[in-house]
């Protein structure tokens, strides 16, 4: 995993000025994993804000360009990584595929909707990163459907030892444009939170099924 670090930190504070990125020590929030957390991130408010937007999407082409020049495919992983894949697509001049979830359970009964050829090269398009696996199932169709997978461009990540295990697992490389330790980095000088906070939020990400506010 790789990062630009000027590129993290203007995205964080971009996802802390729209509070797509919500921090709070005090009153964690629940996940549907059943961990209490002091963060709550959805990168979907992004997409209301084109200044922010357009910069999200020109970060993501450039990782892409500069990490993935081979591509011949964006797919998105539904539903958050959808709308950035088909910015992204448009801007590179390239098809677009999307991921579902699970196959569906009538006509066709696909996974991934669009055409995709055998052997085409595909950058997956994913907004976050938690542990990872819902993302690598979408990696594991597109491989299903025989496409070689170059790598995942994600706009955040947790940074959890077990997501990184997880691509390690199943071989793919993931790149984020911005990250758990930046955000707390960006977070703590523009005074969303005060250095007593810190810890809470590095001992959290430590250990978050067992973390307490």
Not at 48 to 64: D, G, L, N
Not at 141 to 148: I, Y
Not at 167 to 196: P, Q, R, V, W
Request: overall charge neutral; aromatic content about 8%; glycine content about 6%.
């Amino acid at each position: 995993m790789s990062y630009d670090k000027n590129t993290a930190l203007k995205v964080a504070e971009f996802l802390l000025q729209i509070k797509a990125i919500k921090l709070n020590n005090k009153e964690p929030f629940q996940w549907a994993s059943g961990w209490k957390s002091p963060i709550y991130c959805d990168n979907r408010k992004t997409l209301s804000y084109p200044a922010i937007r357009t910069f999200i999407k020109q970060k993501y082409v450039e990782r892409i360009e500069e990490k993935f020049s081979q591509v011949e495919v964006i797919a998105g992983v539904a539903t958050g990584g959808i709308a950035q894949a088909a910015l992204i697509a448009q801007e590179l001049g390239l098809p677009l595929v999307y991921v579902r979830s699970s196959s569906k359970g009538h006509g066709l009964q696909n996974q991934v909707e669009g055409e995709l050829l055998e052997g085409q090269k595909v950058v997956v398009i994913e907004d976050l990163i938690s542990t990872g696996m819902s993302s690598l199932n979408a990696v594991e169709a597109l491989r299903g459907a025989n496409a070689e997978v170059l790598g995942m461009v994600s706009i955040f990540t947790y940074g959890f030892d077990v997501a990184k295990q997880n691509f390690k697992t199943h071989n793919c490389k993931l790149e984020t444009l911005s990250n758990y330790n930046h955000m707390i980095e960006t977070a703590l000088e523009i005074g969303y939170i005060n250095e007593s906070e810190v810890k809470s939020l590095k001992n959290w990400r430590a250990n978050p099924a067992e973390w307490k506010p």
